[in-house]
């Protein structure tokens, strides 16, 4: 969700505290755990495929839900 909301490996990582590394091979092993890409790699910057939207906004929606439920 970082990487999306920023468009940004660099940007998700400091914000979640963690390395570019990581927030990569995390990405990279979701995208081969449900055989689809998620995301467009260009220089400094990412955007999300289709698939890639169709997936953020259900995992917004998920997480409002969720929300919702500690009210």
Do not use: P
Not at 15 to 42: F, G, H, N, P, W
Not at 43 to 62: D, I, K, P, R
């Amino acid at each position: 969700m970082a990487v999306a909301e920023n468009c940004s490996f660099t940007k998700a990582a400091s914000q979640l505290c963690l390395t570019v590394s990581a927030i990569r091979q995390t990405v990279k092993k979701l995208e081969a755990r449900i055989s689809c890409s998620l995301l467009l790699r260009a220089v400094h910057q990412v955007t999300l495929t289709a698939a890639g939207e169709n997936l953020f906004s259900h995992g917004e929606q998920a997480l409002d839900t969720l929300a919702q439920g500690l009210q």
